[in-house]
């Protein structure tokens, strides 16, 4: 094993530690796992099956994308879209700083670390191809593992509202990453939805990959 190659699985292995501590616990054929622990092994699998090009601080940013992310509670912000965004954002920004640590640690230099940060922060979307591919990734790891979920939680909203949802997600993709959701194996009332959103937002979309950075 390579020293480049051992330190990113000692990475790996300090992420995993660090999401191992969430109180939230899920059951499977594996046994229990932290939820953030299961959704950062989530993310680098489908990384790996996206982009299996992905470089080692591309892969760190999407292994460390929810990095603790219990420790900033969604309650502790106002309802609402202004409240959830500045959830977010504080989120984005403590995943970030966390992993820089982590990375610090075990031997990345401070440029490295904040090339993570960068990513996970979401700078530059739709202007680096790195952040895109994160933003991508996410998105589908939302649809194929969370979007049921989703669905049972928001039994109150009509289709409508999913769609324009979902249209919103879609609008934060690329082309890669839409054809990468083409390919998912999704329930069939997520499917249907998905594809009113793609068709609803096929305009839009289109713009969009006129200028797309994949």
Known sequence: MSVSTSRLAATFAAIDAANAEDPRRL?????????????????????????????????????AQ??????????????????YNDWRKTCRAHHAERAGAIMRAAGWSEEDAERVGALIRKERLKKDPESQALENIAALVFLEHYFDDFLAKYQSYDDDKLVDILGKTLCK????????????????????????????????????AEVAVD
């Open 27 to 63: 059951e499977t054929n594996n046994g229990e796992i932290g939820f953030e622990e299961l959704y950062a092994r989530r993310m680098s699998e489908a990384l790996s099956r996206v982009y299996p090009e992905a470089s080692e601080l591309l892969q760190i940013a999407a292994r």
């Open 66 to 83: 929810h990095l603790r992310r219990w420790e900033i509670p969604r309650a502790d912000f106002p309802d609402g879209r202004h409240g």
């Open 173 to 208: 993709m690329s082309p890669r990453g839409h054809a990468a959701a083409l390919t998912l194996s999704l329930a069939p009332r997520a499917k249907a939805l998905v594809a009113k959103a793609v068709e609803r937002e096929a305009a839009a979309l289109a713009r969009l």
